[in-house]
């Protein structure tokens, strides 16, 4: 098999899997995320365990209602296939270039598997020093797992070390691809690798209850795993994952009601007659209560009141600090995703902000199943669609960071590629023969155009 075959054989398999129709951003955000915002909207107030000042009312839904739909129009154009030809067919155009797209390929397929070691490697010892007061003091976990929510907050982070334990997303993601077999690489779905990544975000999750940093490790897991998932699994495994955005709100209330019964349930337990009912309620009150964040600083901002102009990180800070000195509740400080946008960009470029988010959102899921890697992006703008309503991921979110300038710095040298290989390729070619590659293997039951020929 030369290598023009093997190229689109890789290509080939990358854009014709079968996906579940929430994997597609634009409906995930139409069919899910806009009747969240809905029943959200509509929920009754005063189940919210928050003392925060009720701010939420009609006009917020429609503000809600609509950046919905405007970043679902926005990833219609982003997921469109002349959008990626346009890209491809225009050097410099900021994308891979269309001279670099096979060699871009080539390189996602050859990935080596020793940028999984790195990578753990930067996360557990960013950890470590994440941890650090913890391993110093071991009493302090018995404090925290005792109820003392305040605890953890006398501990300080190191903006710009500890930071990195956020590679975790680009971790999860390359793992799932490896599981896959997307990417080369044999790996176990249970192995010592997968068992200390998840168990040290585990124990983050617990101590730190920081239950985002578990998510932020299994989604992008998860979504690289997928295409083995729907391709091998049997027709009831499809059937759960066809549905699954009515499934994760379920399996969302256990995990968390499980983790809270760990760290608050002893500190609340006499005002509720059961974890269950006081898990479901604290739940209920981070997205209720990070909605009305978002329409208290939005008030405040002057949207309603005539035409806003985009607003800096500075001013809003002024606002949302304010709020929390005695009108918010800062147990539940989340500052929401939809509303916090929209008081940034102000009602003058409202539709247009939101909807080049959408097309964003759209461009890195045509490129994740086009298999290059710039679509590695898209499980962090997937986590992006899962809380639109409770936090701005891409918007003043430092966590995505160092995965980004992973991703980034990937890029650049898949786009040399075609720089550095021509010499050897030119040799081989001389030699009146074709470079070989390793055969690009897939789990049993992958289609066809997955297999060497």
Request: with cysteine; net charge positive.
């Amino acid at each position: 098999m030369n290598l023009d075959e093997k190229l689109r054989a890789f290509n080939s398999a990358a854009e014709n899997m079968r996906y579940p129709w929430w994997y597609r951003p634009s409906r995930l955000l139409l069919f899910a995320s806009l009747p969240a915002v809905i029943i959200f909207s509509y929920s009754d107030p005063r189940m919210t365990l928050s003392r925060a000042q009720l701010f939420f009312a009609e006009r917020d839904m429609w503000v809600g209602i609509f950046g919905v739909i405007f970043v679902a129009l926005g990833a219609l154009i982003g997921e469109s296939r002349w959008l990626a030809n346009f890209f491809d067919k225009r050097p410099g155009s900021g994308m891979i270039p269309s001279s670099a797209n096979q060699h871009s390929r080539l390189a996602a397929a050859l990935l080596s598997p020793r940028i999984d070691w790195i990578l753990m490697a930067i996360f557990l010892v960013a950890h470590v020093i994440f941890f650090r007061n913890f391993f110093l003091h071991p009493g302090l976990v018995s404090g925290v797992l005792g109820g003392n929510l305040e605890l953890k907050h006398t501990f300080k982070t190191i903006p710009g070390v500890t930071t990195w334990t956020q590679v975790s997303l680009l971790l999860g993601v390359l793992r799932g691809l490896r599981w896959s077999g997307v990417l080369p690489g044999k790996v176990k779905l249970i192995s010592v690798f997968h068992l200390v990544f998840f168990g040290t975000l585990f124990v983050r999750a617990v101590l730190w209850s920081e239950r985002l940093a578990l998510i932020e490790g299994f989604v992008p897991f998860f979504i690289g795993a997928l295409p083995r998932l729907f391709t091998t699994g049997g027709p009831k495994i499809r059937m759960l994952i066809r549905f699954l955005p009515i499934l994760v709100p379920v399996l969302l209330l256990f995990v968390f009601t499980a983790f809270e019964s760990l760290r608050s349930w002893q500190a609340y337990s006499g005002e509720h007659s059961s974890v269950l009912e006081f898990g479901w309620r604290r739940l209920y009150s981070y997205y209720f209560e990070a909605m009305n964040t978002g329409s208290a600083t939005l008030g405040l901002s002057g949207f309603f009141d005539g035409l806003t102009t985009p607003m800096s990180l500075k001013q809003y800070n002024v606002i949302y600090e304010g709020l929390y000195q005695g009108a918010l509740d800062k147990e539940y400080n989340n500052p929401s995703g939809i509303w916090f946008i929209a008081t940034l960009s102000g009602n003058l470029l409202f539709a247009p902000t939101f909807m080049l988010l959408g097309c964003w959102h759209g461009i890195t899921w045509r490129r994740f199943v086009q298999g290059r890697f710039f679509g590695l992006f898209f499980p962090i703008t997937f986590l992006g669609l899962m809380e639109i309503i409770r936090i701005p991921y891409w918007f003043g979110l430092t966590r995505v960071l160092p995965s980004s300038l992973f991703i980034v710095g990937l890029i650049i040298w898949a786009v040399t590629v075609k720089r550095r290989v021509r010499p050897r390729v030119s040799r081989t070619v001389s030699a009146c023969s074709a470079p070989s590659l390793p055969p690009i293997s897939a789990p049993v039951g992958y289609p066809q155009s997955w297999q060497s020929r």
